[in-house]
Every structure is written in C-alpha cells, then in structure tokens.
DNA sequence: ATATAATGCGAGCATTCACTCGCTTTTCCT
DNA sequence: AGGAAAAGCGAGTGAATGCTCGCATTATAT
C-alpha cells in the first residue's frame, strides 16, 4: 500500500503528512464513489478533490484499483469489526438468541453505509479485488461455523459447514437486499419484524 | 432496439440480412463478456469478432451499454422462461412439493450459463440497466407471491409479501453462492444436498 | 433497367484517462 | 546552517475507445 522506498527511511520522518495525504485520497476516492458513482471516479477528481497532486496519488497507489480497492478494505474491516465482535458476544448464547444477534448485526452493518454498499455492489466491477472480499467471506464462514460446532448438541445432525453455508447465505440476501431495496427508509418496526422473521427461519433450520 | 427508419420500410424488406447481423452483434458480445471479460469487451472488438463493421453495430445499437443490456435480456429471459413455467407446474401442489420444485429450479437456472452468469454478477457496472433487472426481480416475486397466497391455508399467519421477500432472497442467495462458489465442478448428489436443506428451512419457516 | 431504400463499411475524430517525470517545497537530522 | 531525504506538484504523454460520417454494396420495386 505505501510506497516503495528508494533507499530506507532513516526514521520515521514526517510519515503524519503521508498518511493524511493517503486519508484524504481514499475518503475523496469513497466521496466520489457515493455521489457522483464509479465512471467519475478518474485519478485526476480524486486527486483534484483530495486537494492532492495526480503525483502524490501515484506515490501512495499504485494504480485506480488500489484506491478502490482501499475504499472497499475500509468498508470491509468497519464491517468485519462489528461481526467479529458479536462472535464473541455471542460466543455463550444458545442457539436463537445467538441467532438473533447475528441476524441484528447482519443488518445493522449493511447499513453502516448504505449509499456506499450499493456502489460497491452494483457499480465496482470486481477485477482483482475478488480475493480480498473472498478472504473476508471467509472469516465470516469460520466464526459462524466454530459456533455451530459449539452448539451441536442444541441441532439436529447436520453437517456444521453446510448448515453455515446456508444460513450466512440466507441471513446475507436477506440483509443486502433490505438495505439495496428499502434504502434508508427504513423503520424500527419494520427492521424487528424482519429480524423475527430471518431468525425464526434460520432457527427452525437448525434444530 | 432496431435503428430508426427515415422513412417506413417498404415490405418487410431484407429483414433477414439485418437480423443476422444483431443476433452476430449479442453473440459476439457474450463470447467476449465470457472468454475475456467486460474490460476487452471494446465496440471495435464486437464488431471485429461478430464480423461486422462498427459501423453495422451503430445502426443497431446506439451505444456499447444498449449492446451489453441485450445479451443481459437474453439470459435473463431464458432464466424467466424457467421460472414461469415452473410456477404454472407448481400451481396445484402442496407447499412441500411446489418449494422443493421452485428450489431446484432456481439452481438449474443459474447453471445455465454459469459462466456467463459470474461475468454478469461480478464485472458488469449496473447502469442504467437496473431497471430491467429489477423488473425480472419483481415478476418473480410476483410469481413466488400469488402461488402462496393460493395457498394460505397451508402456511401460518403471515404476510405474503414479507414471506415472498424472505423466501425468494434465500433461495436466490443459496442457488447464486452455489453456481458461483462450487463453479461447474457440482455433483449430482451435492446438488440434491443443497436443495433438500434449503427445501428444509424454507418449507419448516413458512408453516 | 433503373431508381430507391436498406444494409454495411472502416478510417479517423474527439475525448478521456491512467500514469510519468522533472522539478519545487517541506521536513528531518546533525 | 546545511544537506539530504521525503513529500508534493501538475503539465504533458501515449494509448485506448466510443462513436460518426461519407461512401460502397446489396436488395426491392416499378
């Protein structure tokens, strides 16, 4: 991510201006990306509104891709975050309540930003980044399935990376397609009925 | 889609020519899409690989977007066709059988071009032709919606349209993260797998 | 046969855009 | 203070690409 050194630094020499010069370009290149949408999002307006040189651009990434796929890092990590810190919340819990809370956390990170999210996911032609957002799919798959094998004993027989399969499928599209579908109009009463309902199914599921 | 007459065609005219000429054009363009993805994917090289000059291609399409959105009609009309045949199959069928069936159509629907499908779903920007994706979203909600409603006195107390809306974007989650997961390397028996499970959870969620 | 319309052609235009490079300014170290 | 490295600059380059336009070829009608 940061730039190849000609020679080593020989500390740690004036890194607070790099790194607010690398801050601004990944926070313009996400602006862009939200308002105006991906075909705007050329390296000069990045740079233009990053108030940064096309220059310093390159110095810090190496390519268009790497700042998108900068943005999608930041959303990914915000995201992954707040799922692995219900892992562990949920860690104790049987089976419906941990449900629950899983499907809750579901929605409530697609909605971290919803206006970005429906970029990256109808905009961003996935070229590359495909790995990256593979290996977050990942994580999600093992925290859910080392709670599954944890709670054997509360399910039927049933193959643990099957059942995650299926429920991380289903609780995912029914997340992702509320926020994309229902945008931010979007109740109180309307997000626990569905959170009722997704829970009660994958519940059902699994015992 | 056809060009804009300056004056009204005689007869019928050499309709076949032309219409040979489209039909190369979508092909062309779905070859490329799949062989080498949407970046390569340039009018000049449509042109080139159909057989036909840029110029041809203008007449028909007024721009490269108009050319992608036709290969995405296609597939997706093929997909439709599936599914409304299966929804009239399934009229009169008890709510075990109809899920098990429309199930396993989803999946075979996906796995008719799979790799067409990833291309679409994962480098495609939706521009503009997210119109006509969600009005194929919408019609198979429909669909999925009026056959529960027939069968209301098999199922428990609830909405038909919250119910439509979880089962439909579980079902499409699980076929979509099968066809693009497991690719074409899917057995027989891994397939029936799959459908007796998310039979199972969507049968068990809606009585 | 001749006129008219339909279809096809493809060199080239105009534009956009990712990216480079030579240079200046700022910061750090001694 | 002075020198070196880090950070920043932005006009310019080269390549790609969507699309036009004037002309050529083929089909149809009379």
Redesign the pocket.
């Known amino acids: 991510m940061?730039?190849k050194?000609?020679?080593?630094?020989?500390?740690?020499?004036?890194?607070?201006?790099?790194r607010?010069?690398?801050d601004a370009l990944v926070e313009a290149t996400a602006r862009i990306l939200v308002k105006e949408g991906f075909?705007?999002?050329?390296?000069?307006?990045?740079?233009e509104i990053a108030?940064?040189?096309?220059?310093?651009?390159?110095?810090?990434?190496?390519?268009?891709?790497?700042l998108v796929a900068a943005v999608i890092d930041r959303h990914n990590e915000e995201i992954m975050g707040i799922v692995r810190s219900a892992r562990i919340e949920v860690a104790d819990m049987p089976i419906d309540k941990a449900v629950r809370k899983l499907v809750t956390v579901a929605i409530e990170a697609h909605r971290i930003d919803p206006k970005l999210h429906r970029v990256l996911a109808e905009q961003i032609p996935r070229t590359g980044q495909l790995k990256d957002v593979e290996a977050f799919n990942r994580e999600v798959h093992a925290l859910v399935r080392t709670y599954l094998e944890s709670r054997r004993n509360e399910m039927r027989k049933i193959d643990p990376a099957l059942a995650t399969f299926i429920c991380v499928s289903a609780i995912e599209a029914v997340a992702h397609n509320t926020v994309l579908n229902h945008a931010e109009m979007l109740t109180e009463k309307t997000v626990r009925t569905l959170v009722d309902e997704t829970t009660r199914m994958v519940v059902g599921y699994l015992r």
């Open positions: 940061a730039r050194p000609p020679t080593k630094p020989r500390k740690n020499a004036s890194q607070e201006r790099s607010a010069t690398v075909e705007k999002a050329s390296t000069n307006r990045i740079a108030g940064v040189s096309v220059g310093s651009l390159y110095q810090y990434f190496p390519s268009k891709e790497a």
